[in-house]
């Protein structure tokens, strides 16, 4: 009943394990509400456990399982097995006190990911960022902090790197608007090293660069920034990830990762080559 990649993260599992739980509910035509009637929850308590945005207690699912009719011991081992690995706390778990909930499952998405494309307007991405870059970012967006915890933010930016260095790690794809490439972050030392930074980052096999420049004019991600997350677990479906300013959009409907793929494609399509970024990156530095 239950395959999962051996690194995948407990926020893919706790999705993994959801899903799970949800086809076998429907295939029994239970509600949701029963279901939660069942553990001694509501309606809006199952939901979240299918949609893998809770922890699972182990009695919970036991009793779902009996439920739903699984009382083969051999189908239901696998099963609590993945209840204890979704439940193990991630790297980024002493980071809780930093991290809004809406973007803790975004960075448990990225360590579980295979392959991640990322368009952005306004900074360089993140999982391509320098210290000093980081630094300046977060310094300019968190006004109130103090230098400890933007220290600490700083610190788990440079952690969330470490996916891309990792044997069997995602596959990166950033489409960069020229925009990010000419603001002045830090200022222009600063610019410049996170510009070598991202040539040097170009030599890597599972990183892609593209530039979208200023002479395309307008395109079809005038919405803004997104990024799309892929799996290599075939039962986790991609995920569309939209920040704003104060949570996110996490979307994973079948139309609506179509939608989000088609114009990711769209961007990739008519953005610079390889060469052509090499070439932009360095006319940039020289102009700082």
């Avoid at 990010?180 to 030392?189: K, N």
């Amino acid at each position: 009943m239950t395959h999962t990649q051996p690194g995948a993260g407990p926020t893919a599992l706790r999705i993994l394990l959801g899903s799970q739980l949800r086809r076998l509910r429907e295939a029994k035509g239970i509600s949701r509400e029963e279901a939660g009637h069942l553990i001694r929850g509501s309606e809006s308590k199952i939901s979240r456990m299918e949609l893998g945005r809770v922890g699972f207690k182990e009695r919970d699912v036991s009793d779902l399982l009996t439920f739903y009719g699984v009382e083969d011991e051999g189908a239901r081992r696998p099963v609590m097995d993945l209840v204890l690995r979704a439940n193990e706390p991630g790297w980024w778990h002493r980071y809780n006190d930093l991290l809004p909930s809406w973007f803790q499952a975004y960075v448990g998405l990225e360590e579980a990911a295979s392959r991640i494309r990322t368009y952005e307007v306004q900074f360089v991405p993140g999982l391509l960022q320098t210290k000093e870059y980081a630094r300046a970012v977060i310094t300019a967006g968190a006004a109130t902090i103090g230098p400890h915890e933007i220290a600490r933010r700083v610190d788990l930016r440079m952690e969330r790197q470490r996916v891309l260095e990792t044997e069997g790690g995602p596959f990166f794809w950033a489409v960069i608007d020229e925009a990010a490439l000419r603001r002045p972050i830090g200022g222009a030392d600063v610019m410049r090293a996170q510009l070598e930074h991202l040539l040097e980052l170009m030599r890597q096999p599972n990183i892609t660069i593209q530039v979208m420049p200023f002479s395309f004019g307008g395109h079809s991600a005038e919405g803004g920034a997104f990024s799309v997350l892929r799996f290599a677990d075939s039962e986790l479906p991609d995920v569309v990830y939209v920040e704003q300013l104060a949570s996110a959009l996490y979307l994973d409907k079948r139309e609506d990762v179509d939608r989000y793929s088609e114009v990711m494609e769209r961007l990739c399509a008519v953005s610079t080559t390889p060469e052509e970024t090499v070439e932009i990156l360095v006319k940039v530095m020289k102009e700082i």
